[in-house]
């Protein structure tokens, strides 16, 4: 069955992620959230009206025996001044779980349902209050683990992407505006701007600022999604010792993804700001043995689909064969050598550094996870590859998946329409019909049909009529 | 003619009359009004073998022109060509008085090229008048409907000034211009429905009182010149195209009756602007005694001056309006200035200084019913049977009213044989485009047809307006074996040259001379002729002479091919639109549905829908101003309310 999703029903949801806090926020928004709210609050002051938009002091009470749950401070906002446009209340109450999941069912028992994951924000939308790429940007800023992550989402939010994606809209119409009277009005003394230029107003105007963003998705998407970090090398090299590392050296909250495959451990971590994904790739060589054989192929895969590759050897034994194959395999992705362990003595460093010579590996690190040498020389190392073949600034907005495969459809539509103009004879009615085609990928971005009247800006710009 | 006033009691719908009433036989249809709309409706209704009548206020002016003489244009011949594969009249009418034709837009693609033609008017207007008496089945009246007969929100009749009063199952109202109907010139006014006849006032409040929204537009015309009084050595002259392009699917190959002549071309100068400008104190629009919306369009040229300070001239075609007359129509200068700043303004104008002014030119303002007030079948949301066309739907031009006349007709016809209406979507005709926009969008000033309104217009062409609509017209029996059978004809060619040109495979040998000729890259392995003709720069007309095989084709046939092989990708991808539009369409909305119950719609969002009632999820996309939030509401909604029961 379908879940239920936008009905005239009053939702409610706890607001705050469970864990220990000071406040948890309990938020319900529909027709009933005030009546909802007055079967179970008594304030402190007994009170009939509540003023919208302030806080009142009293107690959560279940109607069924009259019992104190908590002593909370409430809100109730009247519509259409709220986040979703409807009648919300929140309760701020002493946080914990069983107290707000207590609550909760007070507030589910007095008429409310529970909401769905991202119901509030869908009713934002539903309600006319955000447009679907705002609607998006609030998805990005609550999964936002970095702090430029959290700036772009809030940017996009600011409507700053939608903005751009007007300007453009804009210009494009004046384009159709000149190609469609030069359709429809061949025989008013008009001038029309020449193919020539409007091919410039495409070329100049428009194309560089969408490519600029299909760009900026690119570079961005570091700061979004993150990167993945792959740590390859033999046993025992201490490649879970550096993960760890990795992980306490930036205090990141670490949640451990389920479903990782018995061969990697995956852990996200923050390093230098970018969200990191950080891989162990436990167990990797040559082998006849069939089942690890088949975990050698997942690593090579995950070498691919890796951003960067911490190769990690030990110095406090001599090179083997084994670390040369391994080299082998990473040597054609974007890598990092780092020579682990130099903090064992005697060690086989210099035997190394000749070795690495003959593999000519010329970049390399020394470091000691144990004793946390040069760790921090090694983030810095680790964002400064990520980031020298990006631009150096990071972009101001970044657009999301969906929005970035519209753009690259605006650009192909724009590309045949240059293709058009520029034929011995083009005909406009097909540098029209691109155009349009492009007008309507970027309307999709910010998930609105394109309503301006074309007619009206024709007979703006032109005198027409006989 | 057998016209007869035959009292039947009997059979009377009204039940008693009213003492001083005479009641006059019993119609299937009634039409009222033979403008351009009204001829179309009554010819329509009455070949599809209704009993119908006409009731016009002046038997005098059937399909005047009370504008200028010409027909058709860019988006406009597009309507004509359509109402004429449909079995209408307008492109057999003026294919017989048309005094020159041109097709626009040659040197942009086949689309959007369009036939307009110069009318002789008044041969026109008898033409359509001589058709008209002609017709079994049509009576024709002279009269002035004043009120409606209506029973149960159905319609049963019409009742005239004269008190005669006339049942019917249907009633079409075509009323132009003439609904409480001004003239302006100057700061004088008067009621008229145009130069010489009296306005419909009665009918018009008639209207108001059954609930229809009415609204205010203003349009207007140019002063007539008399033509021996200008002097055409300073003027640009334009011919005609030899051979002259027709309109009719019917006259293809053929030449028009009449002598050709030309039009002549000069411009207002910085002399009439100053004119113009020092007399907008006397000018009704400027001091806001017009209080109707004008046409953008054909804005007066008082309006084109004050609007684009900075353009130096204003173009004007001199037409002429007939063969038989000194008449000719400055057009470009349509105004409503007072009748002596016409005269200096007129005589500013280079060739034009010695030009007597026979008919001054006067704005008009009239009422006209939001369409949103009607059904795509054109017939009144509010009762049932009564059906409107033309500029009462907030239109301006003849072939946009004669576009919905047809429609009207065909479906007051279908109406009184109780089968379902024809409605024409935006991918099979301008008439579908026309009308979807009028009742889905309405309109706040005067509606005309342009091709970019269409958005699949490279689909719907002048050139296959015949093979997207004889077979409709044949089965409701409007088009007549001559029609059907040059419509097989060319199906059966097009079938067989495309197979041909798919089929036949051509060496490098024999066809790269040619190709180098034109500059055309040549053929390295054999490739056959519809690849070949894919390229933009290979024209099918040049390869007759290698091509015996080509040359029992006739070049229409040839360019319509042509047209299907060059634009090919092109229409494969608006091909694929239409299904896409298609299934939109088909996901219908229940004509009960209470946009108040639906959650998450805004008040402004609910009475829109409520008041246009779209009859698709596609039809309420269309609507200005709805969100795909909106329709997402209206989806989900209809998801838990209404699929659990099907």
Known sequence: MQPKLYTEDTIAAIATPPGKGAIGVIKIS?????????????????????????????????????????????????????????????????????????????????????????????????????????????????????????????????????????????????????????????????????????????KKEILPIIESFIKNYEEGKIYKEGISLVIAGKPNVGKSSLMNALLKEERAIVTPVPGTTRDFLEEEATIEGLPVKLIDTAGLRETEDIVEKIGVERAKKKFKEADLILFLVDVSKPPSEEDFQIYQEVKNFPHLVLLNKI???????????????????????????????????????????????????????????????????????LLNALKEIEKPNPLPELIAIEIRGALSSLSEIIGEVTTEDLLSQIFSTFCIGK | MKIGVIFNIKTNPLGRMKLGMIFLDNFDVIVIGAGHAGIEACLAASRMGCKTLLITVNLERIGAMSCNPSIGGIGKGHLVKEIDALGGEMALAIDETGIQFRKLNTKKGPAVRAT???????????????????????????GLVTRLLIKDKKIIGVETKAKEQFGAKTVVIAPGTFLHGLIHIGLEHFPAGRMGDPPSNKLAENLKELGFELGRFKTGTCARLDGRTIDYSKLEIQWGDFP???????????????????????????????????????????????????????????????????????????????????????????????IDVQWEMIRSIPGLEKAEILRPGYGIEHDYVNPVQ??????????????????????????????????????????????????????????????????????????????????????????????????IGRKLGLVDDKRWSLYLDKKEKLQKITQFLKETKISPSFINAYLEKIGSTPLKTGIRLYELLRRPEVEIQALVDLIPELKEYSSDILSEVETEIKYSGYIEKQLREVEKFKKLESMKLPEDLNYYEIPGLSNEMREKFSRIRPTSIGQAMRIPGVTPAAISAIQIHLKKHYSSED
């Open chain 1, 30 to 202: 529909g027709e009933e959230a005030f009546s909802i709210l007055k079967k179970i609050f008594k304030p402190f002051k007994p009170r009939e009206k509540f003023e919208s938009h302030k806080l009142y002091y009293g107690f959560i009470v279940n109607p069924r025996d009259s019992k104190i749950i908590d002593e909370v401070l409430v809100v109730y906002m009247k519509k259409p001044k709220t986040y979703t446009r409807e009648d919300v209340v929140e309760i701020y109450a002493h946080s914990g779980y069983y107290i707000l999941k207590k609550i909760l069912e007070l507030v589910f028992f007095a008429g409310a349902r529970p909401a769905q994951p991202g119901e509030f924000t869908l009713r934002a939308y539903l309600n006319g209050r955000i447009d679907l790429s705002q609607a998006e940007a609030i998805q990005e800023l609550i999964y936002a683990k970095t702090e430029t992550a959290l700036n772009l989402a809030l940017n996009n939010l600011l409507g700053k992407l939608s903005e751009k994606i007007n300007i453009l809209r804009e210009k494009l119409m004046e384009i159709l505006v000149q190609v469609e009277s030069a359709i429809d009005f061949p025989e008013e003394d008009i001038e029309i701007l020449e193919p020539e230029n409007l091919s410039i107003k495409i």
């Open chain 1, 343 to 413: 903090d064992i003595i005697p060690n086989y460093l210099e035997i190394w550094k000749e070795k690495l010579l003959e593999w000519k590996i010329e970049n390399f690190l020394e470091i000691s996870v144990k004793e946390h040498i040069n760790l921090d020389k090694l983030t810095k190392n680790i964002f400064e590859k990520i980031t020298s073949e990006r631009a150096t600034e990071i972009p101001e907005i970044v657009p999301n998946l969906r929005q970035k495969l519209a753009l690259e459809k605006a650009k192909e539509f």
């Open chain 2, 116 to 142: 307009r033609a110069q009318a002789d008017r008044f041969r026109y207007q008898e033409r359509m008048k001589r058709i008209l008496e002609r017709v079994p089945n049509l009576y024709i009246k002279q």
């Open chain 2, 244 to 338: 002259p392009p027709l309109f009719s699917f019917k006259n293809k190959g053929k030449r028009p009756p009449l002598p050709q002549v030309p039009c002549f071309i000069t411009y207002t100068t910085e002399k009439t602007h100053k004119i113009i400008k020092n007399a907008l104190d006397r000018s009704p629009l400027f001091t806001g005694k017009i209080k109707g919306r004008g046409v953008r369009y054909c804005p007066s040229i008082e309006d084109k001056v004050f609007r684009f300070p900075d353009k130096e001239r204003h173009q004007i075609f001199i037409e002429p309006e007939g063969l038989d007359t000194i008449e000719v129509y400055p057009n470009g200068i349509s105004t409503s200035l007072p």
């Open chain 2, 374 to 471: 009607i059904k795509h079948s054109l017939e009144t949301k509010l009762i049932s049977g009564l059906f409107f066309a033309g500029q009462i739907n907030g239109t301006t031009g003849y072939e946009e009213a004669a576009a919905q006349g047809l429609i009207a007709g065909i479906n007051a016809a279908l109406y009184v044989k109780e089968e379902e209406p024809l409605i024409l979507d935006r991918s099979q005709a301008y008439i579908g485009v026309l009308i979807d926009d009028l009742v889905t969008k309405g309109t706040d000033e005067p509606y005309r047809m342009f091709t970019s309104r269409a958005e699949y217009r490279l689909l719907l062409r002048e050139d296959n307006a015949d093979l997207r609509l004889t077979e």
